[in-house]
């Protein structure tokens, strides 16, 4: 079992920036790859970044650019630096791990929020 811990969620102007952390707990040396995903009212849920264990990224393609993954080892956590932040960037961000038997863990969320 893997926990995942989300922080750093919050009202910023359009132009800001925020730092999301997910800190993971339990059975952490399973974990293969790490990622955020976000959903806006009304909309489903999608990838916004994704790191894997050997440390290669991707991002789609709204956020490319602007937003960057990484992770800590050592602290077990992973971050999410979003910079140039806009409206649509609304959204709950979810935490999310992958571990080796293919199980997903999903945090609760935290709620990001752009005013324009």
């Known amino acids: 079992q893997v926990q995942l811990v989300e922080s750093g969620g919050g009202l910023v102007q359009a132009g800001g920036s925020l730092r999301l952390s997910c800190a993971a707990s339990g059975s952490i040396f399973s974990i293969n790859a790490m990622g955020w995903y976000r959903q806006a009212p009304g909309k489903e849920r999608e990838l916004v970044a994704r790191?894997?264990?050997?440390?290669?990224?991707t991002y789609a393609d709204s956020v490319k650019g602007r937003f960057t993954i990484s992770r800590d080892i050592a602290r077990n956590t992973m971050y999410l630096q979003m910079n140039s932040l806009k409206p649509e960037d609304t959204a709950v961000y979810y935490c999310n791990a992958g571990d080796r038997y293919a199980i997903q863990y999903w945090g609760k969320g935290t709620l990001v929020t752009v005013s324009s």
């Open positions: 790191i894997t264990s050997r440390g290669t990224t």
